[in-house]
């Protein structure tokens, strides 16, 4: 380890010489390699932690550009994977350490592969099914993960330490009715809030490699930076006080695929349906106004339609959905989880 590349971070007394080593050999995983997962990326990687693997399932696009630090105009034109391009960024980053890309749809099946061998997992999903999968995961593995999200000016950042603190189901029981809340395709995200809520994440789990656990901060933190808001909300005894599912219950709806949604290519059709975890009923002219931004959206109260991305997309009350004009499930994925919502 070339110690003179982290003087200045070694010189901070949060982490000195000792801290330096305990990141060097340690491994952080990344579910997800979005505007969060990039920056995670990146500052992992310049702060020395010696083992990253990076889990995506999709391509760069030119709107990501706006607030994916780690991706270029080239990436786009090349059609790169997320994945693959971090790793590539990476390398020319920092050569001392070892990064994994990994290009793969996480759910039921590998999750538990993915995050088995981490020191702590980083949350760079976009919807409530994936983290409410990962929290099973690292609950059930007995590893720490540091859940973050943003859109539009608004972010929320939480640390979870299985059977020590409060896990993400203590505080979000149930994932919000499909179609409404915002997503970043739906409401816009602006940098400066992922910049923050991506901050906040990477300094948790620098504690975290470096042993330092009083340091974290025990809340679910609020940040609005276009109205200048912070609002810390202390979760102290709320494991203890509560009936999780998942941290009291050991019920894994999501890991055992019972809480999870199903997915289905439809032969023959080049479409793919898409049915919610749980259910629920959609109020379309609600889901229109969040459809807004993305084009011409048409309902009765049978269906709603939009197109995007080159699929059609098709809205029942129920929240099921077919997308038409791909058989890829993990394309089909992705369009539910950024319109929908889930």
């Not at 991706?71 to 350490?97: T, Y």
């Not at 330490?161 to 896990?167: D, F, L, M, W, Y």
């Not at 009083?214 to 609002?231: A, K, M, P, Y």
């Not at 009923?281 to 106004?289: C, E, G, I, S, W």
């Amino acid at each position: 380890m070339n110690l003179e590349r982290y003087s200045r971070q070694i010189l901070f007394t949060g982490i000195g010489r000792e801290g330096q080593t305990k990141l060097a050999q340690s491994r952080a995983v990344i579910i997800g390699c979005g505007a969060l997962g990039a920056m995670h990326a990146e500052t992992l990687a310049r702060a020395g932690v010696g083992q990253l693997r990076v889990v995506d399932r999709d391509f760069i696009e030119e709107s990501n550009l706006q607030r994916q630090i780690m991706f270029e105009e080239q990436d786009v034109a090349d059609r790169l994977p997320k994945a693959i391009a971090a790793a590539a960024r990476i390398s020319r980053i920092n050569s001392e350490i070892t990064v994994e890309p990994v290009v793969r749809d996480v759910n039921y099946t590998n999750v538990e592969e993915l995050i088995a061998d981490a020191d702590v997992v980083l949350d760079g999903t976009d919807n409530f099914e994936a983290r409410f999968l990962l929290n099973d995961a690292a609950v059930k593995l007995g590893k720490p993960w540091v859940y973050g999200a943003a859109v539009g000016a608004y972010g929320l950042q939480m640390t979870i330490r299985p059977r020590e603190t409060p896990c993400l189901r203590c505080v979000f029981p149930e994932a919000p009715p499909p179609g409404t809340a915002p997503t970043c395709d739906t409401a816009g995200v602006i940098l400066p809030i992922v910049a923050t809520i991506a901050a906040l994440q990477t300094a948790e789990a620098l504690k975290i490699l470096t042993g330092q656990f009083d340091r974290l901060h025990g809340s679910l933190i609020q940040f609005d930076v276009w109205e200048n808001s912070f609002t810390p909300i202390k979760l102290d005894g709320l494991r203890e006080r509560g009936e999780c599912r998942v941290c009291q219950q050991g019920q894994y709806d999501f890991l055992n695929a019972r809480g999870g949604q199903l997915v289905t290519s439809l032969c023959g059709r080049n479409a793919v349906q898409i049915s919610p975890a749980v259910r629920t009923q959609v109020d379309f002219a609600d889901l229109a106004d969040h459809l807004r931004g993305v084009g011409e959206v048409s309902y009765n109260r049978f269906l709603l339609r939009f197109v995007v991305d080159g699929c059609e997309v098709t809205v029942f009350p129920d929240a099921r959905s077919v997308i038409k004009g791909t058989d890829d499930l993990a394309v089909a994925r992705s369009i539910y989880a950024r319109y929908i919502g889930v």
